[in-house]
């Protein structure tokens, strides 16, 4: 009689874990009432529970954090920079290193740019929710020039561009409380964790004792990509799964679409007309 309950509650289970997971009000107690319904020969609510946190547990559908799936994407520039080198001159020219993560799966995304400019600052953004192929509810940094325009603890004054992106992309931005680096702790984490695993590897080259050495920002950028990726698809310290399996199982049907145009940033100038009619635009 066991093996007929459990045969018929099996294939039930991911389905409950699930659903458990993404709806913060579903309790036991209502899948429990649903399960009953649903088969011949029910476990009491007792074994019901136990076998379902038992799977919960080895399935790591509920999670430690208050992360949920789809809702949330942290931004933070790394600390250190990278360098692309003139094959001619030999000169290096400073690489800043944006780094994205959604927090509930630990996806991650690098890319370089030249600059912290607004318009490779957005650039970058939107790099990022091409990765993921979908947008989070919420994108999440510290108080960034390049979109807050004044900080208010309570309500942020945006800039123009930052307005644009979030209404193209369909998502809201939320900034840090200042000086409260636990609010983007994902982010802090994968910063560290980018030094060790992507940094290091940079640094060690070929194994010859020399770092990697990038003629252009384009090349910079595709070990950037690659390195990420084996990142994301190595499995986590202590558990049966990589980065990129969880995102791809249990947050990427989680995300908005993207929508069908990538994000153009649009430059203004406000000009005085003199008397000669004409104006410049660079």
């Not at 060690?204 to 990726?229: I, K, Q, Y």
């Not at 994000?263 to 104006?279: A, D, N, P, Q």
Request: glycine share 6%; with cysteine.
């Amino acid at each position: 009689l066991d093996q007929e309950k459990m045969s018929a509650l099996e294939p039930l289970l991911a389905e409950y874990a699930r659903r458990k997971a993404k709806g913060r009000h579903l309790t036991y107690d209502v899948l429990y009432e649903e399960y009953c319904g649903r088969v011949e020969a029910a476990y009491s609510y007792t074994q019901f529970k136990e076998r379902l946190k038992d799977y919960e547990g080895r399935h790591d559908y509920v999670f430690h954090n208050e992360h949920r799936p789809g809702h949330e994407m942290q931004v933070d520039y790394a600390g250190d920079n990278l360098y692309v080198t003139d094959p001619h001159t030999g000169e290096t020219r400073k690489v800043y290193v944006l780094m994205c993560v959604l927090p509930c799966s630990g996806e991650a995304f690098a890319i370089g740019m030249y600059t912290t400019r607004m318009e490779e600052f957005f650039h970058g953004l939107s790099a990022c929710m091409t990765a993921y192929g979908g947008v989070p509810e919420v994108v999440k940094s510290d108080n960034m020039t390049q979109w807050v325009k004044k900080y208010d603890r309570y309500e942020p004054s945006l800039n123009d561009a930052a307005i644009a992106w979030a209404l193209h992309y369909g998502t809201q931005i939320d900034n840090c409380r200042v000086r409260k680096p636990r609010d983007k702790g994902a982010v802090e984490g994968l910063v560290y964790q980018a030094y060790r695993y992507i940094y290091s590897r940079i640094e060690r080259g070929d194994g010859n004792g020399e770092p990697m050495v990038f003629h252009s920002l384009e090349e910079l950028n595709a070990e950037l990509f690659s390195l990420t990726d084996s990142f994301n698809r190595r499995l986590m310290q202590g558990r049966p799964y990589s980065r990129q399996l969880r995102f791809e199982e249990y947050e990427r049907e989680f995300l908005k679409p993207l929508p069908e145009t990538p994000f153009l940033f649009r430059y203004e100038k406000r000009c005085t007309i003199k008397s000669g009619y004409h104006v410049r635009v660079d």
